[in-house]
Structure formats: C-alpha cells, structure tokens
C-alpha cells in the first residue's frame, strides 16, 4: 500500500510532518475513524482545514497515510531485528522478534492503537485492504524465516511452511494484543506487564513453537 500525499506535505519541515502526524494519529487512536474529527485535528495543529484537505485530499486519505507510516515504521523495525539476526537459529529470530514486538507497542502505542482499531472499526474505509497488507508482510516475513531454517536443516520435513507461519503469527499477534488490551490475556497478567515477565513469556512461547516444528 503505497504512501500517498501531496507534494507540498513532503515539502514541509520534518518537525511540522511529525506533529500532524502525531495528531492525527492521537485522533484516530483515542476517537475511531468515525469519531476523529478534522476540526479538532487543525484546531490543535493551528492550520487551516483547507490545508489539511490540501495535503491528504479527505479525512480517508489522511488515515490511509497515517496507517501507511504506521507499517512502514513496523517493516523498518522488523528489518532491523532479521540484520541483526542473520545466520541464527530459528529460535533466535522469533524470540527477537517478539521482543521487538513487545518494544515497539511500548514506543509507538499511539501506532499500536491504530491497528487494534483496524481491527475492531468496521467504518474505516479501505480495512480489509489495510489489514490483507499487514497480515500478509508478517506472514511473508515469518514464512521467509522458515525457508531459511529448512534450509539449515532445523525443520522436520513434514512441516508445511505456509501454515506453520499461518500458526506462528497468530500466536505472535495474540501475544502482542494481550499486552495491550486488558481482557486478551484472560487475566494471566500479560497485560501491561513488565519487560522481564513478558521475556519469561517469549522464551517459553518459543520453546513451545519449536518442539512443534523443529526437529528433536
């Protein structure tokens, strides 16, 4: 999903991009699609409406650029976690990547929210299409870390990659949200958890993954 804009938004000062974008996306987190209001986003920013519309075309375009961010600035930290990690084991790369997960809600919960909304508001113009290309970069990642194992000879041959990457993205996605939203831990303390009960989680998570698709 590309990122699109007018030119004169890439054209203005970082620090001014920055600060829409922070609004907006404060907005759209606390408020849902339909509740977010253009009027109290240029009213905080002290711009004109006119010049909102200028940069985004509509109130749909400006969240599409929100989430776009938002996605991009999830493959950047995943790219990181995958070339720091090269030529590991596969246990490795998912307990990185859990904890960059982990990291990443606790840096960007504004980011975070706006995906637990994609989930939750059926309002939003163009969510499946958002979500398909969410799920689908995190599948294609994970799968890509699956081929690499096969190929280190870490996999049980009967081991379909599609849906073991199918499975493993699910229980990271759940493992995130419960961390995030009070009632999707079912009270096992998961929410709002610190960092060394949530690394306890991950390495059990992974041991758990393994023994169902590594070799023993």
């Known amino acids: ?26 907005e759209f987190s606390q408020k849902g699609y339909a509740g977010a209001s253009i009027n109290s986003i240029v009213g905080r920013l002290g711009i004109a409406k006119g010049s909102l519309f200028q940069y985004f075309g509509t109130k749909d375009g400006l969240f599409r650029f929100v989430f776009s961010r938002a996605l991009e600035r999830v493959k950047d930290n995943l790219r990181n976690v995958r070339d720091n990690a090269r030529r590991k084991e596969l246990s490795s790369h998912l307990h990185d ?7 990443f809600i606790r840096k960007h919960p504004l980011l975070y929210r706006l995906y637990l909304q994609l989930l ?15 799920r689908q970069y995190s599948l294609e ?3 890509s870390l699956l081929e690499e194992a096969r190929e280190r000879g870490e996999l049980a041959d009967h081991v379909d990659l599609n ?8 229980v ?40 169902g698709v590594e070799k023993v």
């Open 1 to 26: 999903m590309p990122l699109i804009a007018a030119e004169r938004f890439h054209n203005l000062p970082e620090e001014k991009k920055e600060r829409i974008l922070t609004v907006a996306s404060e």
């Open 97 to 103: 990547t859990l904890l960059a997960g982990a990291w």
């Open 120 to 134: 939750t508001d059926d309002t939003i113009p163009f969510r499946n299409d958002m979500l398909l290309a969410l």
């Open 141 to 143: 990642y994970i799968r």
């Open 163 to 170: 849906r073991a990457a199918f499975m493993i993205d699910a």
């Open 172 to 211: 990271m996605d759940r493992f995130l949200q419960a961390q995030a939203v009070p009632y999707m831990d079912a009270g096992l303390g998961l929410f709002d958890g610190d960092m060394a009960s949530i690394q306890g989680w991950i390495k059990d998570l992974v041991q758990m993954i393994q023994k």
